[in-house]
């Protein structure tokens, strides 16, 4: 069966720094797609990214870009000139061919002004 | 469009009360799912559906039931509600082409007392 694991429950990071969020997978499959969904304090989920297993390019999208390790199961979330309203938890989450949607336990990330 | 609409918002049950938690979209998405969020614990797929009359379990299904009569709606079903299942119930969809990710529900906060 396929885990998400993400080892850090909570961070905080000061306003305009970078921050890397972590987030590995455990899968015998090779092809699958990996996700970063955002939930701030209003409890909607909002996807941040995702990534194709099949895809060696790391997926970008502004300031929020990953870095996929496939062999290492990895897949990482960086924000960079993080923003006050990045505060929100972060869930990884996998997804298999079969369509079953797996997500982490989630990392609280705190934005200090 | 109204995207994925969820009712009722809050409910509070009483031990071995039933009760069905509703979902629909409008987005003629032929995947939905539903997801448990403990408290620290991310969420948790309790069942999913590829399309009308195709249901799934997930990794918590004990407990519940659904149905997908509809491509609309899919509905969960508790019945002999138990402390266990104080929960915020979310509900998604996606197209389920290829990486097409989840557009969430606003929730259902449920306390079982």
């Known amino acids: 069966a396929q885990t998400v694991t993400q080892s850090q429950p909570e961070m905080s990071v000061q306003e305009a720094e970078t921050v890397t969020l972590s987030c590995t997978y455990d899968t015998s499959e090779n092809n699958y797609y990996l996700f970063w969904y955002k939930q701030p304090p209003s409890r909607q989920m909002i996807l941040v990214i995702r990534q194709e297993a099949y895809k060696q390019q790391n997926a970008t999208e502004n300031r929020f870009s990953v870095n996929f390790q496939k062999a290492a199961k990895s897949f990482s979330l960086k924000i960079s000139d993080s923003q006050l309203g990045d505060t929100a938890m972060y869930f990884c989450a996998f997804m298999y061919l079969d369509d079953k949607i797996i997500f982490g336990k989630g990392t609280r990330l705190h934005i200090l002004p | 469009n109204a995207g994925v609409t969820q009712t009722p918002k809050f409910r509070i049950l009483k031990i071995g009360q039933s009760m069905t938690l509703q979902c629909t979209q409008d987005?003629?998405?032929?995947?939905m799912y539903w997801y448990r969020q403990d408290p620290g614990m991310g969420l948790k797929l309790i069942y999913y559906s590829v399309g009308a009359g195709i249901t799934d379990k997930g990794e918590v299904p004990n407990g519940y039931n659904v149905s997908r009569s509809t491509t609309e709606d899919f509905p969960l079903r508790l019945e002999l509600a138990a402390p266990s299942q104080t929960s915020v119930y979310f509900c998604a969809s996606r197209t389920g082409l290829g990486n097409s990710p989840l557009h969430f529900g606003n929730g259902t906060r449920l306390t079982v007392t």
């Open positions: 987005m003629n998405h032929n995947y």
